[in-house]
């Protein structure tokens, strides 16, 4: 018997379980097939990899923010970052959170954010992640085939004390941030302190600043082109006319 809190899930076992739905259902959405998944064929304790998640769900593309969205229902997973132990690939599952597969618990952790909301939160961070600065449709500096996607994600998960939809508790986030791992192997501390040494002074105190706040600041003249790629089309393509005539002045 696998316990969790105050829910008990009964005879859980690799490739089945007894008196839970089966989580290869058509019938049941995807959070909820990939929660029975976790339980069925991981277990509490368990680890498994992206490949292993995708190759569950073959033909679902949000399989993995599906996984990312239990942590918002009590679920717990860890990477290598807190378990040194585990491969760079490979994810933990922890704890196993409210049973999104029973109807009473099928909202748990899920935001009810309008379009209106998520509009105002990425008008203030400038359609940029808080966290590494990227646009969306950018490409990583260390990864220039990935390309980033945005989201807009509670910075106090919902559950936890200080949880809420509120615009204050709601962040810009990239999917690789949001994820809280990194796709491509990390830098070293060295790599890292040998770029900051070559920074000029005064891109020194801008780091650290940076560092200190947890997010990035613009200057004027990134922020202007983040609000230039946020235009239509048309309008992009007459701002960047009237630019030309302006810098050939």
Not at 14 to 39: I, M, N
Not at 197 to 210: G, I, K, N
Not at 230 to 241: D, I, N, T, V
Request: some cysteine.
């Amino acid at each position: 018997m696998l316990t969790s809190g105050a829910v008990h899930y009964v005879a859980i076992s690799k490739g089945g379980t007894v008196g839970l739905p089966d989580w290869r259902s058509p019938a049941l959405g995807t959070r909820v097939r990939v929660a029975l998944w976790l339980v069925s064929e991981v277990g509490e304790n368990g680890t498994f990899t992206k490949a292993e998640l995708r190759t569950a769900f073959p033909d679902v593309a949000q399989a993995e923010r599906r996984m990312r969205d239990l942590r918002q229902a009590g679920w717990e997973f860890v990477t290598r970052r807190e378990d040194p132990t585990l491969s760079q690939e490979e994810q933990r599952l922890v704890k196993v959170g409210s049973p999104v597969w029973e109807r009473q618990h099928r909202a748990a952790g899920l935001g009810l954010l309008t379009n209106a909301v998520r509009r105002q939160v990425l008008d203030r961070d400038r359609s940029r992640c808080v966290r590494c600065g990227i646009g969306a449709g950018e490409a990583y500096p260390d990864s220039p085939s990935t390309t980033a996607r945005l989201g807009v994600h509670h910075f106090v998960p919902l559950g936890k004390a200080g949880g809420k939809d509120t615009i204050d508790n709601l962040v810009t986030e990239c999917t690789r941030c949001s994820d809280g791992a990194r796709e491509a192997t990390p830098p070293s501390l060295t790599e890292v302190w040998q770029r900051i040494e070559e920074l000029s002074p005064d891109d020194r105190v801008r780091v650290l600043a940076w560092m200190v706040r947890g997010k990035r600041e613009f200057s004027p003249a990134e922020q202007a082109f983040a609000d230039a790629r946020r235009l239509p089309p048309a309008e992009r393509e007459a701002l960047m006319s009237r630019l030309a005539g302006l810098v050939a002045e």
